[in-house]
């Protein structure tokens, strides 16, 4: 057998060793939302057993499945959406026209987040009451761009200066102002960068449950707070904790699968050589 | 005209038509399954009265939080909350709900168990109707005692549970002699650790507030409760809660468990539990002392002042804690899961006492928790297992957590005692106590 | 675009030129993100600022200006010192492992294999999950030591379970956040990966240099920006780690799982002491700063 084969053997064994293990929680979970109360907690842990849809059904007895997976969709995109086009601008300009206190607002945009959630609650809440943004998607919308804000930015950053300045350069020479070089050229280059940087963000926005549990009730509602509503201390919940949850992860797994075929190799650089 | 602008002139003229006299209540409530009925037959509602509902339903810790983060900013996003023991007096306290003093007679607000509505007053006046309440008890196996040889007392003292969990302790078989509360919190550990306390004797506060989480009375209890945890408890005790102890005594685990009486519904279910038919009821455990050895809770509906509908709400809430309310859902649901403890008629109904053998208990256990004078010594606060202060939920989780430390050996009991009264004192002395 | 030759300008106009169109490009492409991250840190960061300073408890009256009673009383409070420590550790041990096991899944991904597409989507899948979501699952579902998977499974070998959160809570927790961080370092570094430069891996290769010879000169420095970036966002996020301690251990048992961010919400929040929920909060700035700095001096360099 060529080296290489044996490689090519190796690697499928580890790697999907290392799939199955990492998702087997996720796995078990999911086999959870089939079952009765009493099968998910039942000892021995069953494989087998007689599935159920009950979850499921009282999940969208006690709560709006489609108008909170429709807040979810809206908060997740436009705050992503509208971050990107901030944040992209920001970091072309970090990462090809940098500085000597670029590194230093990098810092700094990062230190907007070390403040704890908990430490703020009481000062933002009352800002949203004096603005009328409580319990409205824009609300939301908004704290969740300026929470991911900064991770978007450094993401970009990194991605953008994987990005040789030659080619940039060169437009530059022919007349294309920074906007035209970022939108022309840049994206499409770093298109991987820029869409595993969409995908984290959409994905952090999509679980963001703190200030969704305490700045909205009953109109702008995520997913997140659907789940929150089925974690209870007083009777079982995990089956239909496991069904909430994987009703709220469907979505997004599937925007993850189409964003992965991003992750094909791009344009290799070793051509403007 | 076409199909397609009939269609939408019908369903103009049909919002619009809905549109105009339509009052919506936002309702806060948690995520029981008593509450969960409620949301479900709440349509029955809507179409009496045409008043709609819009649901916020979280678990109970969470929605104190967000409750009170809104009610205390006038932030009025709520029509109707739902809150306990715990929050009612101090709000009702601090001006922040609509007093009930203006029930109809068809309402029958003596029908309402003395003990509940008294735990939902402030000096007098009622600031919430009562939904469900719950007391304590011991729920032991049947089987397992006759097996054993043992007969369980009406009113059991903790040296006799001891005793009993011993003889039925068989770590082998997965039986464990005795399962209770283990997971850190103000509500949770410390809600048995807590009766614990007042059965030796022992109170939260004394008369100055000053901790009595260090006294012998409350060593000597949580000495007990350690003991008897490490010998005779499941593994992972410190991380069960009322759960998952219900889940390990619904699946065979359990020889003994001692916890809220809303439970008693639960194990006696088949669908919902693997002993349903090997259950008895027994009332909580003294020790030297006789009182106190329940806690009282009851989960209510109130008002925010700042609701500007408090009309309707109050209709809502009269309907949801009405005798009728809870006859409807005993006809559809079944007996057993009727909303308990609030209410003499549930419990004089005959239909009730049938389908339910843990009714008579329930109510006894109800009718003898005494928020006001339930410990050896008097004290300055109202409650049993917690003082109806602001600043109990706090210390009570952490004393909840040195005492999950002394569990699991991390820590002396005397050593977490004392460290609970520090941090006690310590908080009282910062809120203005000892002046 | 066509590349045309140009005659450069002279010298010093060409300069002058530079200078002003870095002048003129930057500033309007940064502002947006400035601009909205200045109003977002100042406008809570004043708020927050002037409650420490005030006796703020919900339930009660306002006290008005209390000066640095609640600085005092956080400061005096005998746990504190644990408490850092606990968060502290937390961020070093879970750092290490989600990058740890982090590079090596993205190198492992980075080549073809049979439905690596599918592959890749599984190991990222714990990311999707709800942080309070996985910490139930695992608390309950995996790790409890009656009705737990993992118990059965040690059972099943005559081991006694293991009390995860009785007797090793802090690895617990640990082992939970990890979990679900891998996936970020796996895709960040991933990513990063498709723009390697494979000319020189061959060369390298037809040099004569081996696999493990190829990771630490290639591949390891390629990844030194991204894992500095990864590095300084996880141990945000790892600094402010709350619902998973919330929803398993609590805090407990005695101090040993609380951080800064639950400590500020259990004897603050709970307490509705806004006042020192405040303090809590510049605490945690300051201390989280302190480790900004340190890791600046090693990491700055690389970005």
Redesign the interface.
């Known amino acids: 057998m060529r080296p290489s084969t044996r490689w090519?053997i190796v690697?499928?064994i580890?790697?999907?060793l290392?799939?199955?293990v990492?998702?087997f929680?996720?796995f078990?979970?999911a086999l959870?939302a089939f079952k009765t109360e009493l099968d998910?907690?039942?000892?021995?842990?069953l494989l087998f057993f007689t599935p159920t849809l009950e979850n499921f059904a009282e999940m969208n007895e006690r709560v709006d499945y489609i108008a909170h997976a429709w807040n979810s969709i809206a908060v997740a995109f436009f705050s992503t959406a509208v971050a990107i086009l901030?944040?992209a601008?920001?970091a072309?300009?970090?990462a090809f026209?940098p500085?000597r206190r670029t590194?230093d607002?990098?810092?700094?945009?990062?230190?907007?987040?070390?403040?704890?959630?908990?430490?703020?609650?009481?000062?933002?809440y009352?800002?949203l009451i004096w603005a009328g943004l409580l319990d409205t998607r824009t609300g939301l919308i908004i704290i969740t761009?300026?929470a991911n804000?900064?991770?978007i930015?450094?993401?970009l950053?990194?991605?953008f200066?994987?990005?040789p300045g030659e080619i940039l350069e060169?437009?530059r020479?022919?007349g294309?102002k920074?906007l035209q070089q970022l939108v022309h050229l840049l994206i499409p280059m770093a298109a991987?960068?820029v869409a595993?940087t969409a995908?984290?963000a959409i994905?952090l926005s999509w679980?963001e449950?703190?200030w969704c549990i305490n700045v909205t009730a009953v109109n702008s509602g995520t997913l997140?707070l659907a789940?929150?509503s089925f974690?209870n201390p007083e009777g079982f919940f995990?089956a239909k904790?496991?069904a909430a949850?994987l009703a709220?992860?469907a979505p997004?797994?599937v925007f993850?699968?189409l964003t992965?075929?991003q992750?094909v190799?791009?344009l290799?650089?070793?051509a403007v050589? | 005209m076409t199909l397609k602008t009939l269609l939408s002139a019908a369903a103009f003229l049909a919002v619009a038509g809905s549109a105009s006299a339509q009052t919506t209540l936002t309702v806060a409530t948690v995520n029981n399954p008593d509450m969960v009925v409620m949301q479900k037959y709440s349509s029955k509602f809507e179409e009496k009265t045409g008043i709609k509902l819009k649901w916020l339903v979280l678990e109970e810790n969470v929605l104190r939080?967000r409750v009170?983060?809104d009610i205390?900013?006038k932030g009025g996003q709520f029509d109707v909350v739902t809150i306990g023991m715990y929050e009612t007096p101090?709000w009702g306290k601090?001006g922040w709900l609509v007093p009930f003093d203006d029930t109809p007679d068809t309402y029958n607000i003596k029908d309402v168990l003395p003990s509940v509505r008294d735990g939902l007053s402030y000096e007098g006046k009622l600031y919430s109707l009562p939904f469900y309440a719950e007391s304590t008890m011991t729920f032991y196996r049947t089987d397992l005692f006759k097996k054993a040889g043992l007969t369980m007392p009406d009113k059991p003292s903790w040296d006799q549970i001891a005793e009993f969990a011993a003889k039925l302790d068989d770590k082998a078989n997965?039986t464990y002699g005795l399962c209770i509360r283990g997971?850190?919190?103000w509500g949770?550990n410390m809600a048995i650790v807590g009766l614990m306390g007042n059965a030796w004797g022992g109170q939260l506060f004394d008369m100055k507030w000053k901790p009595g989480y260090n006294s012998d009375a409350w060593k000597e209890a949580v000495k007990f409760y350690v003991d008897v945890g490490n010998k005779y408890g499941?593994?992972?005790?410190?991380?069960n809660g009322f759960n998952?102890n219900l889940?390990?005594f619904s699946?065979g685990?359990c020889g003994m468990w001692i916890d809220a009486t809303v439970a008693a519904g639960f194990l006696y279910d088949p669908k919902r539990s693997q002993v349903s038919d090997k259950v008895g009821f027994a009332q909580a455990p003294v020790e030297k002392w006789n009182k106190g050895n329940g806690w009282l809770w009851a989960w209510a509906l109130g008002i925010p002042t700042s609701s500007q509908k408090s009309k309707e709400a109050k209709e809502f809430i009269e309907w949801a804690t009405s005798p009728d309310y809870i006859k409807m859902i005993g006809e559809s649901e079944g007996w057993v899961t009727a909303p308990p403890g609030t209410r003499q008629s549930t419990y004089d109904n005959p239909a009730y006492q049938k389908a339910a053998p843990f009714a008579k208990p329930t109510l006894d256990a109800i009718t003898a928790a005494d928020p006001i004078n339930g410990t050896k010594d008097p004290k300055p606060y109202a409650g049993i297992t917690f003082a109806t202060i602001?600043?109990m939920?706090?210390i009570g989780?952490?004393t909840?957590?040195?005492v999950?430390?002394a569990?699991?050996g991390?820590?002396t009991v005397e050593q977490?005692l004392d460290q609970a009264a520090?941090?006690a004192e310590?908080?009282l002395k910062?809120?203005g106590y000892y002046k | 675009?066509?590349?045309?030759a140009?005659s450069p300008p002279p010298p010093g106009v060409q300069r002058g030129w530079l200078k002003q169109q870095?002048r003129v490009?930057?500033w309007?492409?940064?502002a947006?993100?400035?601009g909205?991250?200045l109003v977002?840190?100042i406008?809570?960061?004043v708020?927050?600022l002037w409650?420490s300073f005030q006796g703020y408890?919900?339930?009660?009256p306002p006290q008005g200006f209390v000066g640095l009673d609640n600085y005092v009383?956080l400061l005096t409070?005998?746990?504190l010192p644990q408490v850092v420590w606990n968060t502290l550790a937390i961020v070093v041990l879970a750092l290490s492992t989600t990058i740890g096991f982090g590079i090596l899944?993205a190198v492992?991904?980075d080549?073809p294999?049979?439905?690596?597409?599918?592959?890749?989507?599984?190991?990222?899948?714990?990311?999707?999950?709800?942080?309070?979501?996985?910490a139930?699952?695992?608390?309950?579902?995996?790790m409890?030591?009656?009705?737990?998977?993992f118990?059965?499974v040690s059972r099943s070998f005559g081991i006694a379970?293991i009390?995860?959160?009785?007797?090793h809570p802090m690895m617990a927790i640990v082992i939970i956040i990890s979990?679900e961080w891998?996936?970020?370092v796996t895709?960040?570094l991933?990513?990063?990966l498709?723009?390697l430069?494979?000319?020189q891996v061959e060369a390298a290769r037809m040099d004569g240099a081996g696999p493990f010879a190829t990771f630490f000169f290639i591949t390891l420095p390629h990844l030194g920006?991204?894992i500095a970036?990864v590095v300084?966002?996880e141990t945000?996020f790892f600094?402010?780690v709350?619902?998973e301690i919330l929803?398993?251990?609590?805090?407990?048992?005695?101090?040993?799982t609380?951080n800064?961010?639950f400590y500020?919400?259990?004897?603050?929040?709970?307490?509705?002491?806004?006042g020192g929920?405040?303090a809590?909060?510049?605490f945690?700035?300051v201390i989280?700063?302190i480790v900004?700095f340190f890791f600046?001096r090693s990491i700055?360099r690389q970005?």
């Open positions: 090519l690697r499928t580890l790697g999907w290392v799939a199955l990492m998702a929680p996720v078990w979970m959870a998910a907690i039942a000892s021995p842990p901030v944040a601008p920001a072309y300009s970090m026209h500085t590194k607002i990098l810092l700094w945009m990062l230190s907007t987040k070390f403040m704890p959630a908990v430490g703020v609650l009481v000062p933002i009352l800002i761009l300026m804000l900064p991770l930015i450094w993401m950053y990194s991605y200066k994987e990005v060169a437009s020479m022919d294309a920074p991987p960068g595993s995908l984290l994905i679980n449950s703190f997140a789940i929150a974690s995990w904790l496991s949850s709220s992860i997004i797994m993850g699968w992965q075929r992750l190799r791009g290799t650089f070793g050589k | 939080q009170t983060t205390s900013t101090i601090a997965g997971q850190p919190g949770e499941p593994p992972g005790m410190v991380g998952e889940a390990l699946s685990h602001p600043e939920q706090a989780n952490f909840g957590q040195q999950a430390a569990l699991t991390k820590a977490a520090a941090n310590r908080t910062q809120a | 675009m066509k590349i045309e140009h870095r490009r930057t309007p492409l940064m947006p993100a400035v909205l991250l977002w840190m406008v809570p960061l708020l927050t409650y408890n919900l339930l009660s009383y409070d005998p746990g899944f492992l991904y080549q294999f049979l439905g690596r597409g599918v592959a890749r989507l599984l190991v990222i899948a714990p990311f999707f999950v709800m942080p309070t979501v996985s139930l699952v695992w608390k309950n579902l995996l409890h030591p009656v009705y737990g998977l118990a059965w379970p009390d995860w959160f009785a007797d979990w891998i996936p970020f895709l960040i991933l990513t990063s498709q723009s430069d494979r000319d920006r991204p970036v300084m966002l945000i600094l402010s709350y619902a929803v398993t251990t609590v805090g407990g048992p005695g101090l040993e609380t800064i961010p500020i919400y259990s004897r603050a929040l709970l307490a509705y002491d806004v929920a405040s809590g909060g510049i945690a700035i989280a700063n900004a600046v700055a970005l």
